[in-house]
T-cell receptor
Framework: GENVEQHPSTLSVQEGDSAVIKCTYS??????FPWYKQELGKGPQLIID?????GEKKDQRIAVTLNKTAKHFSLHITETQPEDSAVYFC??????????FGAGTQVVVTP | GAGVSQSPSNKVTEKGKDVELRCDPI?????LYWYRQSLGQGLEFLIY????????KSGLPSDRFSAERTGGSVSTLTIQRTQQEDSAVYLC????????????FGSGTQLSVL
């Protein structure tokens, strides 16, 4: 894997609205794309992941989409709740090497 | 426990002292990573161990930093002659294989250099 760009760096949403975070990557060999949620004082927790042979994956209120042609993948959180407030990191890797992480997105859900 | 375990959770040291940070990965995981996270910042890659292969040390910021992984399990990150800029959270993570496997993080060691 090579560099991963993540946008936006901060995201403020009203409770109940949707949040979308987007990452782009450059290595065409990348084949695994996880998303992590990090709460204050804790290590990052894996929340959802997607492999290159799949275009979309859902788990309750969160979903991830992957566009391999455009080399970008996105995290979608619907019906946001205050407990969704955290820093979210995207990552990618190929079958050889180490994970590459995005710079993170601070999500704030306001009641 | 079944997760990645790091110790100590907090470490306060004086400038110039050496410190050792420990990581116990998930049993059976062959890949182990160390990352550094400064306050409010992203994850800075330090070093990557994969099985018996030579580690990828490309992220170590200086020769004061070194890491070992004994018996393919426990890892120790050593920082010699600590500086104030070394203050950060040091995170360890492990996965079952070589790329494409889920990566699990420990809770980190908060290092403060006075």
């Amino acid at each position: 894997g090579e560099n991963v760009e993540q946008h936006p760096s901060t995201l403020s949403v009203q409770e109940g609205d949707s949040a979308v975070i987007k990452c782009t990557y450059s290595d065409s060999a990348s084949n695994y794309f996880p998303w992590y949620k990090q709460e204050l004082g804790k290590g990052p927790q894996l929340i959802i992941d997607i492999r290159s042979n799949v275009g979309e994956k859902k788990d309750q209120r969160i979903a991830v989409t992957l566009n391999k042609t455009a080399k970008h993948f996105s995290l979608h959180i619907t019906e946001t709740q205050p407990e969704d407030s955290a820093v979210y990191f995207c990552a990618e890797t190929d079958s050889w090497g180490k994970f590459q992480f995005g710079a993170g997105t601070q999500v704030v859900v306001t009641p | 426990g079944a997760g990645v375990s790091q110790s100590p959770s907090n470490k306060v040291t004086e400038k110039g002292k050496d410190v050792e940070l420990r990581c116990d990965p998930i049993s059976g995981h062959t890949a182990l990573y160390w990352y550094r996270q400064s306050l409010g910042q992203g994850l800075e890659f330090l070093i990557y161990f994969q099985g018996n292969s030579a580690p990828d040390k490309s992220g170590l910021p200086s020769d004061r930093f070194s890491a070992e992984r004994t018996g393919g399990s426990v890892s120790t990150l050593t920082i010699q002659r600590t500086q104030q800029e070394d203050s950060a959270v040091y995170l360890c993570a492990s996965s079952a294989g070589q790329g494409g496997e889920k990566l699990f993080f420990g809770s980190g060691t908060q290092l403060s250099v006075l």
